[in-house]
């Protein structure tokens, strides 16, 4: 601001100088007193009007200075050159050197303003703010320069992510969270050498990058060093906190490696630390990459499936054992894959659980199979369904409406249809569950526990459970070969008659086991020895000779 009203004066003056230069012949070098008076007010009032149009036009300064100049070339050139006005424009001169010189200072110190918020803005660009550490465009350029020179030596990458930090700024506040997050970038910063990086790659992750490596057992040691450095108590206010944190590994040797894969290496390494307990590092292992990726791929095929109606309901027989003759099927999901052809429900019902899939989908496996058991019990009176309930299923808060929807729009009768659910399900919460299948059983349906007599204390839980049916183990069935196999299967039994329940065996893979669990007065069976699980088609066929034959 001052320079600016030093320039405008200089110019002002300028201006003031070369009007007086022009009138100084003809007013001030011959003139008397009152022609003197008379210049001297037209050189005011004149210089007042052109310095009022150079605020508008900043080039009219230089007009009236060139015609003085001009003139006084005439002048001398003349001999009429007084030695006053030899001295004016020698003024006019000084004023317009006096001018450039401000000029150039003011272009000067404008290159060196420009120069110094050039360096600003490009640190600005390239530091966090918060730590002082590099953000995440420096590693970026810093990684991508250290893997192209890398010749014959390794690159490691080491991402660390503080284990509980949102729980500390809900618990202390953000300021506390910020000042934890400096504390921890000098920690970092004091575990490395000059020539690496540490930046801060947004939230509570930060990344290393150690460039040419001769010993890839120096990035474990750097990372260990560095959880233990980060492990060490600090004091915040009033507060004592540590800064627990996992890091992920990712070394590479040689060029020929892209950025993304390294860092997507390290995250894969960052996430089966936190899996192991967190407070540990890691390093990439390609084993479980390839696991990962394979989980990654079996996870989007199985949206794409649920979406293209991929899935089909197979029916296993549950026959009675007196005349092996079917009289109900359990509803089971296969997933027929256009390229891995049918898939049993082992191979994916444990990744759509940990998707949320599973409500969705039982409860597509629920009205398929309602609406096709509708149809068989026309021409088979009394032919039961089961489908089984999983924990997703029996912990959905709409699952009762749910169940009572189907039945309405299927048409089936309630009492022919068996919720089943695992003796490992209901115990999820068995309060909540015994809630449930209660409200469950006063739509009219019936609720069968499977694989009864392997989980832990039975009896309890069918003091406690509203069931029906107990479906017995296979294993127990199995074990009936063996000297003391029927005693179990026949103290099972025994169980379910004494707490009024109607047992199924489960498993039956032969003759013997079905002739001895006749023996055992077990009314209902089902296992590959009758049948294996069938498209609705064939079950379909099956029930039709049945009934062929019966006529």
């Known amino acids: 601001m001052t320079m600016d009203r030093v320039r405008r004066g200089v110019d002002d003056a300028m201006i003031v100088a070369a009007l007086s230069l022009l009138a100084w012949p003809p007013f001030f070098e011959d003139a008397g007193t009152a022609g003197r008076l008379a210049g001297g007010a037209a050189v005011i009032a004149a210089s007042a009007g052109v310095i009022r149009l150079t ?72 530091s966090d703010p918060l730590t ?47 000042e934890l997050l400096r504390t921890a970038a000098s920690r970092l910063l004091a575990n490395v050498r000059t020539n690496d990086t540490v930046s801060r790659l947004g939230g509570d992750e930060f990344v290393v990058l150690l460039p040419r490596l001769t010993d890839d057992q120096i990035a474990d040691t750097v990372a260990n060093r560095i959880l233990q450095d980060l492990a060490q108590p600090l004091l915040i206010g009033d507060f004592v906190l540590t800064i627990p944190a996992s890091a992920g590994i990712a070394i590479t040797r040689g060029s020929g490696r892209a950025l ?45 499936a649920l979406d293209a ?20 099927v359990e509803a089971l999901i296969r997933w027929n ?46 032919f039961e369904l089961n489908v ?43 309060v909540e569950s015994a809630r449930v299948l209660g409200a469950l059983k006063t739509l009219g349906v019936r609720i069968a526990l499977d694989d009864f007599g392997t989980g832990f204390s039975s009896l309890s839980h069918l003091g406690t459970l509203p ?40 498993g039956v893979e032969d003759a013997t086991q079905a002739s001895r669990l006749r023996e055992l007065e077990c009314a209902q069976a089902q296992g590959y020895h009758f049948a294996r699980p069938m498209p609705a088609g064939d079950l379909t066929d099956l029930l039709a000779r049945q009934s062929a034959v019966a006529n």
């Not at 006005?85 to 010189?101: C, S």
């Not at 000029?103 to 390239?126: F, K, P």
């Not at 894969?261 to 192991?276: G, H, I």
């Not at 109606?309 to 109900?328: A, K, M, S, W």
């Open 132 to 178: 002082e550490l590099g953000n995440r465009k420096l590693f970026l350029d810093h990684a991508t320069d250290a893997l192209a020179d890398a010749d014959d030596t390794m690159t490691a990458v080491i991402l660390f992510d503080l284990d509980g930090f949102k729980e500390i700024n809900d618990n202390y506040g953000h300021a506390t969270g910020d």
């Open 467 to 506: 069931v029906d049916v107990v479906k017995i183990d296979k294993s127990f069935v199995q074990a009936m070969e063996g000297n003391n196999g029927a005693s179990v299967a026949e103290a099972v039994l025994q169980i379910a008659r004494t707490f009024k329940l109607s047992p199924v065996a489960e």
């Open 388 to 430: 089984n309930l999983s924990a997703s299923q029996l912990g959905n808060p709409n699952l009762v409406e749910e169940v009572r929807s189907v039945l309405a729009s299927t048409g089936l009768k309630p009492e022919l249809l068996v919720l089943e659910l695992t003796e490992s399900v209901a115990l999820v919460d068995l």
């Open 260 to 304: 993304d894969e390294v860092m997507r290496e390290a995250d894969l390494a960052l996430y089966q630390a936190k899996e192991d307990g967190k407070n540990v590092a890691r390093r990439f292992d390609p084993a479980q990459f390839a696991a990962a990726e394979a989980r990654r791929r079996e996870e989007a095929d199985l949206r794409r």
């Open 55 to 126: 605020r508008r036009w900043p080039l009219v300064r230089y007009a009236p200075v060139a015609v003085a100049v001009l003139m006084a070339g005439l002048w001398h050139g003349q001999g009429a050159v007084s030695h006053a006005l030899t001295w004016l424009t020698v003024a006019v001169a000084a004023i317009m050197l006096g001018r450039q010189f401000l000029g150039a200072r003011s272009t000067e110190d404008l290159v060196r303003d420009l120069t110094r918020q050039r360096a600003v803005l490009a640190r600005q660009a390239n």
């Open 309 to 328: 109606g991929e899935f089909e309901v197979h029916y296993q027989p549950i026959v009675d054992l007196e005349g092996e003759r079917t009289v109900g």
């Open 337 to 382: 894959h256009p390229e891995r052809g049918m898939i049993p429900p082992i191979a994916f019902l444990d990744i759509a659980e940990s998707l949320g899939l599973l409500p969705r989908l039982g409860g597509w496996v629920l009205e398929e199979a309602c609406r096709q058991a509708a149809v068989w019990q026309r021409d088979n009176p009394g």
